[in-house]
């Protein structure tokens, strides 16, 4: 009786300092679904550090788990704490992204307002400049260089609208920047006719 | 003081459970096993340099630009994470991390040489991508040169100004590593100079064709032997070379550099294109007072121009309110600025030329007498260059 009373005593020892530790697996997937959500916003494209960031900490916490399920007393506080970063982390993610394409967005429709003030400025110089025999060709040539950039600038909002932000930019930065060629063009051309 | 054993301190044990050694034996195992398991050999610093390296790869958008040699890399990083776990898996007095410190030793050469593979391939990727960015700015280049020295701005076409916005576009793609969108935007890019190159060619193709050409150089031909037949003066325009000739007894008298009308390379139909009639007329009156400066008004429209006129209305290329137009001259005012169709030469030339011809002088106005002109020339080598 006794005998068996030690076995018991130390059966209760070995599964006190054991049972408890239970391998964090709604943890795991909770980071992983957090991550996978950020992801699928575009993590890698618009928060590329962040992203890896939160996969490294999600790959050290699983090979933490491993380390722990392989051991007699499994211990999973670390892998635990290295989660609940992880997992405040994937999900400030999410808002990362956000917080990054409405920028970018922000950005290229800034620049869209001021390639219409450009196209606007750039019309009205146009209109006044001197259309003698000399320049008549050239302002009309300009007049068509506008046109041909102006057609360009309805492209870029279905670019937003698709999610493009990084190509919705360099767009509109190209136009404004081919607008703004056009008006020094006629600057040019209408300081020359004044000489 | 007298050292006291563990077993000593124990001693009371064996009294309760009857026990004793086995009891002893177990609490020293669980004691040695939880004191041990507090000091786990350190990791190789290999390790952390390594997950940092990774990081700094991934930082540099290495695993766009070299995709495979990180796929390959971030595979040897994975499977020497998976050893430490099998190392730190086992009980602390077998662990040994040497042939980890190792192999980690290799994943930090391999990452380096990733790195290096990534900086070769971006120089090689945006060299490639830049010299296609400049090889069609080139052709724009060149058109938009055509346009200056031919002095025709019709040619400006829309799709120019958009390939040079998407060339814009393609280097901010550049800029970011984007070599997807910066190869589509050059394509775009140069399919619009393509256009543009097309659009020009169909617009100046009688100056490239053998037949219209010959018809040119007959249509010349013809008024110099008749010039040297009646020793009479002849005024020759050649509209590609931009230049009045002009004859005596068939002989080549003086040439001048002339202006042209901003649609010059069209041959004139109707009132308002802007184009330069092409044909056989004569001065019919001479203006000392022309608006600009002195002036040899032409016979245009001759019965040629009436004809084409009359048929294109027939066929209704033109709109039946259209006029055919008139008061085509070879005025001054000099060769700079753009005529809407009359032939303008320098001041002192057209003085000279105005001194020397009487009413009745045949002028001959032609597109081209080279088939091998050089707008020819240019555009054929603009269009033998496409980027892939």
């Known amino acids: 009786m006794k005998k068996l009373l030690v076995v018991l005593a130390s059966l209760a020892l070995v599964a006190s300092l054991t049972a408890c530790a239970k391998a964090p697996t709604e943890e795991v997937n909770a980071t992983k679904a957090s991550l996978d959500a950020a992801v699928a916003d575009g993590a890698q494209q618009y928060t590329p550090e962040d992203y890896k960031a939160v996969a490294d900490q999600l790959a050290a916490a699983n090979a933490e ?131 | 003081m007298k050292p006291v054993s563990i077993v000593a301190n124990i001693g009371p044990a064996p009294r309760i459970f009857g026990a004793g050694p086995i009891f002893v034996a177990l609490v ?199 010039s040297r037949s009646n020793g009479a003066y002849l005024i020759v325009v050649n509209k590609l070379d931009r230049e009045l000739t002009l004859y005596k007894g068939g002989h080549q008298v003086k040439t001048y550099s002339a202006g042209m009308g901003i649609n010059y390379l069209a041959d004139k139909l109707y009132s308002g294109d802007r184009a330069t009639p092409e044909g056989e007329y004569k001065v019919i009156r001479k203006l000392p007072a022309s608006k600009f400066y002195k002036a040899l008004l032409i016979n245009y429209p001759n019965e040629e121009d009436q004809r084409r006129f009359a048929e294109a209305k027939r066929r209704g290329e033109i709109s039946k309110r259209t006029q055919i137009g008139g008061l085509i001259e070879i005025h001054g005012g000099g060769t700079v600025g753009l005529t809407n169709g009359c032939v303008a030469l320098d001041d002192r030339h057209m003085l000279e030329l105005y001194n020397t011809v009487e009413v009745g002088t045949p002028v001959v106005i032609v597109g081209a007498l080279d088939a091998n002109n050089s707008l020819c020339a240019t555009l054929d080598s603009l269009c033998n260059e496409t980027v892939q």
Request: positive net charge; proline residues 2%.
């Open chain 2, 28 to 226: 020293l195992v669980c004691a040695l096993l939880f004191l041990g398991g507090c000091s786990e050999p350190p990791i190789p610093s290999q390790v952390d340099l390594a997950v940092k390296q990774d990081q700094d790869l991934w930082k540099a958008g290495i695993p766009k630009l070299v995709p495979r040699e990180y796929e390959e890399y971030a595979a040897t990083l994975r499977a020497g994470q998976d050893l430490v776990v099998t190392e730190r898996s086992r009980f602390i007095w077998f662990q040994n991390y040497d042939d980890v410190a190792k192999f980690f030793g290799d994943v930090l050469s391999q990452g380096e040489q990733v790195r290096t593979a990534a900086r070769i391939a971006k120089a090689r990727e945006e060299g490639d991508l830049i010299q296609q960015v400049a090889k069609v700015s080139d052709r724009i280049r060149i058109l938009r040169q055509l346009e200056d020295n031919v002095r025709d701005k019709k040619m400006s076409s829309r799709g120019l100004v958009r390939a040079e916005t998407l060339l814009t576009e393609s280097k901010g793609h550049i800029k970011n590593s984007d070599w997807e969108k910066a190869r589509r935007a050059i394509t775009e890019a140069s399919l619009n100079v393509d256009s543009a190159v097309k659009a020009t060619r169909q617009r100046v193709a009688r100056f490239s064709d053998g037949q219209q050409i010959a018809r040119w150089r007959a249509q010349v031909a013809n008024a110099v032997q008749r």
């Open chain 1, 65 to 195: 788990i491993k380390v722990q399920e392989e051991k007699f007393f499994k211990n999973f506080d670390k892998a635990k704490q290295i989660l609940a970063k992880a997992k405040a982390d994937a999900d400030a993610l999410k808002g990362k992204v956000a917080a990054r394409k409405e920028e970018l967005k922000k950005a290229c429709i800034a620049t869209m307002e001021q390639a219409n003030a450009a196209l606007a400025q750039a019309k009205e110089l146009l209109a006044k400049a001197p259309k003698g025999k000399g320049s008549k060709a050239e302002i009309e040539a300009m007049a068509t260089d506008l046109a041909g950039v102006e057609a360009m600038i309805p492209e870029v909002q279905p670019m937003l609208d698709k999610g493009d932000f990084i190509g919705a930019n360099e767009k509109a930065n190209a136009i404004l920047a081919r607008i703004n060629a056009v008006i020094s063009e006629v600057n040019a051309a209408i300081e020359a006719k004044k000489k």
